[in-house]
C-alpha cells in the first residue's frame, strides 16, 4: 500500500475524526499488531499539537489466557494503576482513539457470562469515572487491518492478499482511497445533516419496521429528543467526528417502549465471539426473548450485564444501498457491518441528544426516558426489504425508508 496514502488516512483520524487541539493529551487504544499504524498516526498527533502520546495495547491472546487460567475474584479485581488511569481520563480529558483491528474470534470458547460478570463488575469501581467524564473530550474510532481479522472476511485468500483486500476496503469506506478524505468527509457531512434535519422536522412519536425476513417492530421516540449524524461537539463545542466510517442518522428511544420482533441482517462480534442469524423480541420495550443459531449463550450474556442491558439505547437510519454494504463484505466488525444497514443498540442510550442535556442531572435525563447501563451493543436489522413508516406527534404517517433505502 502506498505509504503517503496511509499518511492521508492517519491524518483524516487525527484532523477530522479526532480534530486534536494544541496541548492536549491523546490516549490511543488498539491492538499489539498495529504498532506500525499506531506509531504513524501517534507521528500525526503530534504534529497536530498534541502535548503527549499513550498507547493503551491491547491482546485477545493475553486476553484469552486470563479468561482460562485466572480466578474469577481476581479477574474482577481493579488494581489501582488501573483505577488511576481512569482517574486521568476524567482530570485530563484526554483525546481518546480507538485503532481497531480486533480478532473477530479472539476469545471463541471463553464462557461469554464470565467476560459479561468481569466488565460488570469492573465498572462498579471505575464507571463513576466515564460518567464524570462525559462529553467533556473528543473521541474517535477507525479501523486497520489485522492477519486474523482479514482472514475471517478473505478466508479464500493468503495473508499477504487478504490484508491488502481489507485495507482497500477501509479506505474505501472511510472515503478516503483517492487520499481526499478529508475533502470527502466535508462534502458528506453536508449530507448527513441534511437527513437528519428532516427527520427532525417531522417530530416523529414513533417508528414501525416491517420486513418479509421477519422483522414487525414498533419504537417509541422521546418527544424533543433529536437524530445526530457524522460530526458531533464537546460541552465546550469542539467539533469532531467520532466514528470513521458512517452512515447513519441515529437517535435515542423512549426506554419502555418498544414492540414485536427484530430479526438480525448480519452476525454480530461480541467481546471476541461471533453470534449468528438471530431475532429477538421486545415487550414493554425490554427484550425478553432471543433465539440465535450461533451464539445464543453470547446473546444471552449481553442482556443480563445490568438492569439496563435489555433495553434499546439507539436506533440507527441506514441506508442497504451505502458504501459499505455494497463493497458485498461482511467485515465481522460493528463499526463497519454496522454502518452498513439499520441497527439498533441494546444497553446505554445518549443523554446529549436531549435538548440542553448540559441544564439536567443524568438521573433526570432517565426519568425523561434515556436509557442507562454500561453496555452499548449494536446489532444490524436492515435488509433490502425493510420498510419503516414514522409517525407524528399528531397521528400522521410518513414513510422514512422504503424497500431498505431511504424513501426522501
Not at 483486500?165 to 458528506?188: M, V
Amino acid at each position: 500500500m502506498n505509504k503517503e496514502l496511509l499518511r492521508k488516512y492517519a491524518q483524516l483520524i487525527v484532523k477530522t475524526g479526532a480534530n486534536i487541539k494544541e496541548g492536549q493529551c491523546v490516549v490511543i487504544r488498539t491492538n499489539v499488531a498495529l504498532e506500525d499504524f499506531a506509531a504513524l498516526v501517534s507521528e500525526e498527533c503530534y504534529k497536530a499539537g498534541a502535548k503527549r502520546v499513550f498507547v493503551h495495547w491491547q491482546s485477545a491472546k493475553m486476553d484469552k489466557v486470563d479468561y482460562n487460567y485466572a480466578q474469577l475474584d481476581n479477574l474482577c479485581w481493579v488494581p489501582s494503576f488501573e483505577e488511576e488511569c481512569h482517574k486521568f481520563m476524567r482530570d485530563e480529558l484526554p483525546v481518546l482513539m480507538w485503532l481497531d483491528g480486533d480478532d473477530p474470534d479472539g476469545l471463541k470458547g471463553v464462557d461469554a457470562t464470565i467476560v459479561s460478570r468481569v466488565k460488570s463488575e469492573k465498572f462498579k469501581v471505575v464507571g463513576k469515572y466515564r460518567e464524570e467524564r462525559g462529553n467533556k473530550a473528543q473521541w474517535v474510532i477507525a479501523g486497520y487491518p489485522t492477519k486474523e481479522w482479514a482472514k475471517k472476511v478473505f478466508p479464500e485468500l493468503n495473508e499477504d492478499q487478504a490484508m491488502d483486500r481489507l485495507l482497500e476496503a477501509i479506505l474505501l469506506t472511510a472515503r478516503a482511497a483517492d487520499g481526499n478524505g478529508i475533502k470527502n468527509w466535508k462534502e458528506h457531512e453536508i449530507q448527513l445533516k441534511k437527513r437528519c434535519a428532516y427527520l427532525n422536522s417531522l417530530h416523529l412519536s414513533s417508528l414501525r419496521y416491517k420486513s418479509k425476513t421477519g422483522t414487525d417492530f414498533t419504537v417509541g421516540l422521546i418527544p424533543g429528543v433529536i437524530f445526530q449524524a457524522g460530526g458531533e461537539k464537546t460541552e465546550d463545542g469542539t467539533f469532531f467526528q467520532p466514528n470513521i466510517p458512517s452512515e447513519e442518522c441515529f437517535t435515542t428511544p423512549m426506554k419502555g417502549v418498544a414492540e414485536g420482533v427484530v430479526v438480525a441482517s448480519k452476525p454480530l462480534v461480541y467481546q471476541g465471539q461471533v453470534i449468528e442469524n438471530f431475532s429477538i423480541r421486545f415487550h414493554q420495550g425490554k427484550a425478553v426473548e432471543v433465539h440465535a443459531e450461533k451464539g445464543e449463550d453470547v446473546l444471552k450474556s449481553i442482556l443480563t450485564l445490568d438492569e439496563g442491558a435489555s433495553y434499546l439505547g439507539e436506533v440507527a437510519l441506514v441506508p442497504f444501498d451505502s458504501p459499505i454494504n455494497n463493497t458485498g463484505l461482511l467485515f465481522f466488525n460493528t463499526l463497519y457491518d454496522e454502518n452498513a444497514a439499520c441497527h439498533l443498540a441494546l444497553g446505554r442510550g445518549f443523554e446529549e441528544l436531549y435538548p440542553d442535556y448540559q441544564k439536567y442531572t443524568l438521573d433526570e435525563l432517565q426519568d425523561k426516558g434515556i436509557n442507562s447501563s454500561l453496555s452499548h451493543v449494536d446489532f444490524m436489522i436492515g435488509d433490502s426489504y425493510l420498510n419503516i413508516v414514522g409517525i407524528k406527534d399528531n397521528g400522521d404517517e410518513v414513510q422514512i425508508f422504503k424497500d431498505g433505502n431511504w424513501a426522501f
